[in-house]
């Protein structure tokens, strides 16, 4: 793929990628398109316009604004990455792309859960295509899962490596850390209760048919990654692969997925490969890069026509659980990352009532109808959305089956 990025950036013909999101994550992105041939980042859309400023300017494009269907409408792009922190409005721009003729890259986990059917569902008509980004630990995941399908692995759990989790988390008591990482406290707060795990996860679990633990994720504490060898139930797992993490092990932060081989010839040649007796292998990364392989997803869809990964079992959801005691007619603040409420990752049929953490995510705006206390799921009659954009949505991808 290199080498025919490097033909078109010889030739002139770039890959033209309009971004939505200027963050942390969408200035690394805009200077990760800079830096790829074959690539050329023609706009920059956020709701500050000193941030899409500084990240046009880090990515070499000229254009940058506030309104990014408005970028969309004066200037057409190939692929447009969506980096933004917002739900109901990213799905909005993310449809109007495809309508215009862009594939898109979630670099919007949240979103891509949210409303990730819908658009892939309407790319399509289209003829585009949406995927999650390649840098995020979903989509390292995705790559890691067929990889090992390749070598003849069973796949047995996809995980994670969690450094640490606080499920009381508030973004008021982050706000220094934070701001040491430059990030947005809500995002941070996200980080530290586990919904943004708990997203990731729900991803590679409904794109790769995956299973949520009886009982939701353990993740139990370990030194070593290796340890994940010995800490789950493997054989259990086999039967009903899974997803799950690992709190504390080294090499401190990055993805894992663990394979079953039963073949004894294969078995010696993985041992003579350091990667032990088996029959159950761990095969993993210990970083994941984020921004740095967002161009891989640009690549993959607007030269293969091929997604990193998509949802095609809707099988996990991410429920709001109570962080506190809610009194009856609280107004919520925003879901994701918030003071109220965390995400966690439970199957469908425990989610059945639950509420998703996305729906209260945007904006102020849900009330609830009856007291829920701390540790308790908000079930979906208890909170009273008004939201009509995002009820549109919801109905738009309620067809889909």
């Not at 041939?37 to 859309?45: E, K």
């Not at 761990?282 to 921004?291: D, G, I, N, V």
């Not at 469908?348 to 849900?366: E, K, N």
Request: glycine share 10%; charged share 25%.
């Amino acid at each position: 793929m290199i080498e025919q990025l490097q033909r078109m950036d010889d030739d002139g013909t770039r890959i033209r990628v309009g971004l939505n999101g200027a963050g942390a994550m969408g200035c690394g992105i805009a200077a990760a398109v800079r830096r790829t041939p074959g690539l050329a980042l023609s706009w920059v859309a956020d709701l500050l316009p000193d941030r899409a400023q500084q990240a046009a300017a880090r990515g070499g494009a000229s254009r940058w604004g506030t309104q990014a269907s408005d970028l969309l409408d004066s200037y057409p792009v190939d692929v447009l990455v969506e980096a933004s922190t917002s739900i109901v409005n990213a799905t909005q721009i993310a449809l109007q792309a495809v309508s215009y003729g862009a594939h898109i890259v979630w670099m919007n986990a949240e979103a891509d859960l949210a409303f990730g059917r819908l658009v892939q569902t309407e790319a399509a008509r289209f003829g585009r295509v949406a995927t999650s980004d390649a840098g995020d630990q979903h989509g390292v995941l995705a790559r890691m899962i067929d990889e090992a399908r390749l070598w003849g692995w069973d796949i047995v759990q996809a995980g994670n490596i969690k450094g640490f989790l606080d499920r009381e988390a508030t973004p008021q008591g982050l706000v220094e850390e934070a701001a040491k990482r430059h990030l947005d406290p809500r995002a941070c707060c996200a980080y530290t209760d586990g919904s943004k795990l708990a997203i990731e996860m729900a991803l590679i679990a409904n794109g790769r048919g995956l299973k949520v633990p009886k009982g939701g994720m353990r993740g139990p504490c370990a030194k070593d990654v290796q340890d994940a060898l010995h800490l789950f139930d493997l054989d259990a797992a086999r039967r009903r692969p899974e997803v799950d993490y690992l709190l504390g092990a080294a090499p401190g932060g990055g993805v894992y997925v663990l394979g079953y081989m039963e073949d004894p010839e294969e078995r010696f040649l993985l041992n003579y490969y350091k990667l032990g007796g088996g029959p159950y292998y761990l095969h993993y990364r210990p970083a994941h890069l984020c921004h740095a392989e967002t161009p891989w997803a640009i690549s993959e869809v607007a030269l293969g026509h091929r997604a990193i990964l998509q949802a095609s079992h809707y099988a996990n959801e991410v429920i709001a659980v109570a962080k506190r005691d809610l009194p009856v007619g609280y107004r919520l603040e925003h879901g994701i990352g918030s003071a109220d409420v965390r995400g966690e990752l439970v199957d469908m049929d425990a989610a059945h009532d639950g509420l998703p953490v996305w729906m209260i995510h945007d904006a102020p705006g849900g009330v609830l109808q009856r007291p829920v206390k701390s540790g308790e799921p908000l079930l979906r009659d208890t909170v009273s959305i008004r939201d009509q954009e995002l009820l549109v949505l919801l109905e738009r991808q309620k067809h889909l089956g």
